[in-house]
């Protein structure tokens, strides 16, 4: 059974930092590019960073560069996503993704509010 847990938000003053992981099980997560997803307040889902397999190639929400760094541990099954300067903007909870084929698979998500 694939699961994914995220873990690491929380409450940050404006300026501050967080470090999200996604723990991977039930699937060989060194073959599944991966993503983060959010979702703010009465808001759609949206897109912020994306990672291949390798960790060779990033990619970021206009929004995040600059901000954040996605990042995995294959030998681990676990990614991050370091996020700097926080705004309030960012308050959301954030999901891990991956998809297969035609299935898509998402953590619980963990919540981040931005706030002083």
């Known amino acids: 059974e694939v699961q994914l847990v995220e873990s690491g938000g929380g409450l940050a003053q404006p300026g501050g930092s967080l470090r999200l992981s996604c723990a991977a099980s039930?699937?060989?997560?060194?073959?599944?590019?991966m993503r983060w997803v959010r979702q703010a307040p009465g808001q759609g889902l949206d897109w912020v960073s994306a990672i291949k397999t390798d960790g060779g190639s990033t990619y970021y929400a206009d929004s995040m560069k600059g901000r954040s760094t996605i990042s995995r541990d294959n030998a681990k099954n676990t990614m991050f996503l370091q996020m700097n300067d926080l705004k309030p903007d960012d308050t959301a909870v954030y999901y891990c993704?991956?998809?297969?084929?035609?299935?898509?698979?998402w953590g619980q998500g963990t919540q981040v509010t931005v706030s002083s």
């Open positions: 039930g699937f060989t997560f060194s073959n599944y590019d």
């Open positions: 993704n991956t998809n297969s084929g035609p299935y898509s698979y």
